[in-house]
């Protein structure tokens, strides 16, 4: 319900601040990186944060933006030493490139390399890669294809063969469910938080930055009109669909309004090459390597097999939404720490170690 979505300090009785914040509460610095030959190059919109540890290469989920892993970088960086690099994937958040219709996993998996060799040359620190949905499923492509040799470690969060390829089916329903445009950023705040899109205010706040971006009413004149109620298809919540986010048509003439960034619809044609074969490409990956799970119920027949023959670390995370690491970023953070710790990836923060021994006496 509703009140379990809305953070604690935004008690029943105070309305929500669904008000943008900015990505330097979260990151060290913004960067555009350009890829390529200087006659056609490719640009992408990177975040970073830290300067010592490894390397950990983030990418987000399809529709998302490097924003989606706000959070979870200062919740990371509170518990362990490492460097930070998230990135807008093609036709993503503010990444500019001249096909940003190829969403093939092979050109996704190069932009990754090619990204980490602009910022680190051919000797960058060790990297963990962590992946979300589409981005776990590059992650995986990329690591099985040693395009960064320098890669020690794997996470892959919420992508599972198996469950990705049953729900591609509703993908088109849904997308076809959610609001065209909106009057406002923090109508699309509020909206992808009572929707269940995104179950965390704070997260939501930052993220929804990447995944919308303001036009002029001529440029939104085209976009279709919402779907009733009674066809609005979201994760979680129905009944918080609220008409009057959606930006309405016929006074579109004198406003700006917000759309989405990206029309996944159009990538149709590549969400299967996405996902068939990646568990068993996750699999042979001789690396050490996590999975965190929205629900034990995600895994396939391949993982669940290789998980008994302890081919890789696995954890359930509490009740949270496909977009886990928004949902749950501290839970995601301790997962991940722990993972970097016990394959001494990573050291501890020095905080971390006296709670951690403060705990001990106390126990």
């Known amino acids: 319900m509703w009140e379990e979505n809305v953070d604690s300090e935004h008690e029943v009785?105070?309305?929500?601040?669904?008000?943008?914040?900015?990505?330097?509460?979260?990151?060290?610095?913004?960067?555009?990186?350009?890829?390529?030959?200087?006659?056609?190059?490719d640009v992408f919109r990177i975040y970073k944060a830290g300067s010592d540890g490894p390397l950990l290469v983030l990418l987000h989920g399809g529709g998302h933006s490097a924003l989606s892993w706000a959070v979870f970088t200062t919740a990371i960086a509170s518990r362990v030493t490492c460097r930070v690099?998230?990135?807008?994937?093609?036709?993503?958040g503010d990444t500019l490139v001249r096909q940003s219709d190829d969403f093939s996993t092979q050109t996704m998996s190069s932009d990754v390399a090619n990204v980490i060799r602009a910022c680190y040359g051919e000797t960058p620190p060790p990297i963990v890669l962590i992946g979300h949905g589409v981005g776990g499923a590059i992650a995986v492509h990329t690591a099985s294809n040693t395009l960064l040799p320098a890669t020690v470690g794997?996470?892959?969060?919420?992508?599972?063969?198996?469950?990705?390829?049953?729900?591609?089916?509703?993908?088109?329903?849904?997308?076809?469910?959610?609001?065209?445009?909106?009057?406002?950023m923090d109508?699309?705040?509020?909206?992808?938080?009572?929707?269940?899109?995104?179950?965390?205010?704070?997260?939501?706040?930052?993220?929804?930055?990447g995944q919308i971006k303001r036009c002029e009413a001529e440029e939104a004149d085209t976009l279709e009109q919402p779907s009733p109620v009674t066809d609005m298809v979201v994760e979680r919540n129905e009944e918080f669909y609220d008409?009057?986010?959606?930006?309405?048509?016929?006074?579109?003439?004198?406003?700006?309004?917000?759309?989405?960034?990206?029309?996944?619809?159009?990538?149709?044609?590549?969400?299967?090459g996405w996902f068939r074969?990646?568990?068993?490409?996750?699999?042979?990956?001789?690396?050490?390597?996590?999975?965190?799970?929205?629900?034990?119920?995600?895994?396939?027949?391949?993982?669940?097999?290789g998980q008994m023959q302890g081919k890789f670390m696995m954890q359930v995370l509490p009740p949270c939404g496909h977009a886990v690491q928004e949902d749950?970023?501290?839970?995601?953070?301790?997962?991940?720490?722990?993972?970097?710790?016990?394959?001494?990836?990573?050291e501890a923060r020095r905080e971390t170690k006296k709670s951690e021994k403060e705990n001990c006496n106390e126990n």
């Open 85 to 92: 690099l998230a990135m807008d994937l093609r036709g993503h």
């Open 243 to 272: 008409q009057s986010y959606v930006n309405d048509k016929e006074n579109a003439a004198s406003e700006t309004v917000y759309r989405w960034r990206i029309d996944l619809s159009k990538s149709e044609k590549y969400w299967d």
């Open 154 to 184: 794997l996470v892959a969060i919420d992508v599972v063969e198996g469950s990705a390829m049953d729900a591609l089916h509703s993908i088109q329903n849904f997308l076809k469910g959610r609001p065209k445009s909106f009057k406002s």
């Open 328 to 346: 749950k970023p501290e839970k995601v953070a301790e997962a991940v720490a722990a993972f970097l710790l016990r394959h001494k990836f990573a």
């Open 277 to 305: 074969g990646t568990s068993n490409l996750f699999l042979s990956c001789n690396l050490p390597k996590l999975l965190l799970l929205a629900g034990i119920d995600r895994l396939d027949r391949d993982l669940t097999i």
């Open 13 to 41: 009785g105070h309305k929500p601040d669904y008000s943008p914040v900015s990505w330097r509460e979260y990151f060290d610095q913004m960067e555009d990186v350009a890829v390529g030959a200087s006659d056609s190059r």
């Open 187 to 209: 109508h699309a705040i509020e909206w992808s938080v009572k929707s269940g899109q995104i179950r965390n205010l704070e997260s939501a706040r930052v993220s929804m930055v």
